[in-house]
């Protein structure tokens, strides 16, 4: 049984993250953290975990004492705290933003602030297993990917590996509001968010370097991307619609082939007419669906920005990790509606 | 032509009100006040606005040199300005809570504060015309309803009136999400609401006392109300689900012929069928159904929280005031869907 | 391993049992039937389960050949075929509503047929385990309880079970759209149940009588109770606000403790405070909290109409009815958003 | 008064038309047509409109006796009717696609049948004042634009007139539930669109050759356009995010004053920052919003598909045939929220 610690647990990626674990078969939640909840129960601050995480809230993450630690702390924190979690022999599988860029020069760009802990920065590998499974076997620090980076990546990544993106991409994003965290904002106010989509991020997403630096790590000069998230009056789920410039003439039933082949071995994507989002509500799915509209290819990419976007990607990266089956404890499927 | 300022602008319901008054042909607003938006146009902090209502905020309701003022500041504010107003000759409909109460001390155990306004409380007319039009012509001072005691008092009436309350009623009302104003809090942030029914406001909301107070002014001792309101995932609308405990024995017909006789001079309150929000959206109407479920009588009420549960009823309150017909500027209907 | 069949595989609460019992590490789904699907996979009807059920549908409920059978077929359906399956030794739960009534009058009365089976209607335990537990271990046809049937009786028991309801009960229940089944119709088209919330099933729907059917059996003669369904505009989940009359004065500390001690047995009822829909989505769990309004006792009821009201409830009987912990495959907490 | 009949008039758009009209000070409804309903009123068959339209339905359109026809039929059936009216000189707004299109053959790939009224076909004038107001002055049959396309053409217009288009342009456009129309379907079935976000008409919806017949005739060849619709969990509103390719650089102030200078004396259309969809509710207007996001541009175009692109567009389309200022009962401004 692999111990594991759970930092910054009291927000929606952090109580996700428990409620996935709660179930895991190999990997056992030994302690939580969360400085403004210290000493209350998990089920006081999530009542859908009472009586299936019983634990209490610590506050000082020295005391992390774990083989793993899953550190879900807002971007600028977790790169005060993680050095010293892997300097004691806990391996980090981060779900913030900190540890995802390869230049700390990008990463002050797009948080405003200099990176506090560039050592480990370049050592920290990119969780997203369909692309670097191999690399993450042998991970000390993961940075789990952002969820529209998810989304977009997993949809780009068959063209570029294929290296058929020659012109500009369009990625219109559409995403439920608890991407947006638990903190209360006038943007995620009901009455404002409830009959509306909103454009928002503009002029740049805080995830398109992020999908930049990750794309020029597996192909070419990645092309020009316009990232346009919407804010959707969904809760859970991301819906990408990918708009992309080809090399060569492609059809339906290519596109379908190109992305079936690329996926074969991923258990969690799957290739696939249009998804809806329910089906992924919960899982670690991302379902991708790749057409042509016309003379034009477009590929839609449906996941869950909690889960495959989230905790659940962060659950299969623990298990490539320490060699388990990567569906271990994820094995569920979404809803039909 | 009136000249009417509106103070406390910004709001949800002042920003309805400003809406539903740039069409009203002999109401003009001259002046709008809000401090903390004092120098911004009216078009800047409500875009839907823009063009239609040309006006920049003002910051000293001294300033006020109008016929009439519509106060929508939160509880416990306007009774530190309206006595000012009504000293100058403004006449003054107040769309908050403080001047809804007969009772000093009601209003104390109430809101938390004592009055500091007393002289006036006892001169304000409550501003339900459907109950009270002839003493609102001549008023100086309107106590506009709450949304919730709209609702309720409307489809309670009728009952009232031909005294065949005899027992306990429970009141089940279910909100949208705009009753709750403009500031982002917990309980209506985007993820919590969105996928919910919530019971809220326990053990005492403070519309019931509201209520009460209405009903013994109209009405014998009013029996024991039990009411529970509740967020449900819409931004505009009430509907409440009554169940009264009567006297004698009804039908569906004998019911509907009470309401509809009891309203044949209102014509905002309509009775019929079982009746969608969206028919209210946007209007000063309350659509009642009274019918028999089994044995029991059951009376559903449903109007829009800004409407007649807040602006559109100021407007018809100001109507009354000005001896206009009740109906000008407030033709319009509400939605099918 | 327990080999179970599905029948009337392809609707919503089908699929949800399918979800549920692809997890299941003691039953194995062996066949599904539907008339209208059949030769089709399961994966092309329910998309969300592709690659997690790989079984094609089958036509002919002759060929059962397992231990168990669900049925999940609509009303006048199941009392056509469970018999046969009876004969051949299959155990059933039956989730329509043809065997959750005593006497074969009322299931006239309420479903407009006679019914075609009586002599296994007496015969049927009505499959609330909290309620039945012993009878439903050795039972070999369950009736598996209605949606808004388990809320409500899951609040009301301990009041029945102390003896303290004395008069009339109001249940205002608000219930998703899930509820109403696959098939579109007017009442469920999005235009018209997205912006509004709509009492239904007017005068008398016909999960009253079942619940009356269930009071019955368990207590004295139970009292008047007015029973409103509303549609609200969420897919799953129902919360019922229950309004009792009871006998002796109570308080919240004594309704919480006495909710409390009933249920200290039953591990999916859980006591506590104002309870969150989410908590319950895509679980076996019902949250309970009686509270004190005012002078009267409140108790709120929530559910997931596919989940404890439905799909998750069969599999709980099912683990009874093998000898099973209850929580077999059914231990996923629900959401927190 | 211009006495005008709506034929057609039980859907939402003819609803929608209904309730304009009924506060519009120089055009009055004298007929309203529908064979499915006819010896109805509308207050049966749109219960919003009791009290305001007191008409009955009619079902014989030979017995139109108007100034002016509002045909809000289904594709394939005005072209049957329209003739006649304009035989007996009845002028035509026609809400429906029949006459949008110049080119028969266009017609007929689109709408899979041949046109019925060819000669008609081509007086046709198509109904977007912005860009058609003089033509539209002395025009008989004016074919009222799609929802979708009204809010790509006013997008496109300002960079068409100034032939800044030079490569393909992505049309992304999320719309409500409302444009599918008041028959359920399986896609509008409350459980399937309430939590999704669903790509739909592929690979060619009916409005983009639409789209490219209008662009065809105010500006040169059109750029390659690829068009995917969204269904999102709204019930009115549409929202096209547009990305387009321009001949030369821009920055968000050079398209503002574009946009701006373009829709100077148009007054409905709104150009500004990012757009709320309530702001358009139940009225006329488009907002439109061009920015610079990176290196591309941006524009994001906001309307009710039952208001600038249906109903309202049409009594607009009425004002400029009949000479009336075209905001004549169209002033109401939209929602804050």
Known sequence: MVRAAVLGASGYLGGELLRLLSLHPKIEVAQVFCRSHAERTVGEVHPNLERSVELKFESDPQRVDTDLAFVAEPALSSMKIVGALLDRGVRVIDLGPDYRFTDANVFRATYGADHADQSHLAEAVYGLPELFRERLRSARLVANPGCYATATLLALWPLVRHDLLTGPVVVDAKSGSSGAGAAPTAASHHPEAALSVVPYGLPVHRHL???????????????????????????????????????????????????????????????????????????NRCYLSATQVGDAPVVFSALDNLGKGGAAQAVQNANVLFGFDERTGLEISGFGV
Chains 1, 2, 3, 4 share one sequence.
């Open 209 to 283: 370097p992020e999908i930049r630096t990750v794309l020029a790590q597996v192909g070419p000069e990645p092309p020009t991307i316009t990232f346009v998230p919407h804010l959707v009056p969904l809760v859970r789920g991301i819906l990408c619609s990918i708009y992309p410039t080809l090399s060569s003439s492609t059809t339906s039933t290519s596109l379908a082939e190109l992305y079936t082949s690329v996926y074969r071995g991923s258990p969690f994507v799957r290739v696939g007419g249009v998804p809806k989002l329910p089906w992924a509500t919960g899982t």
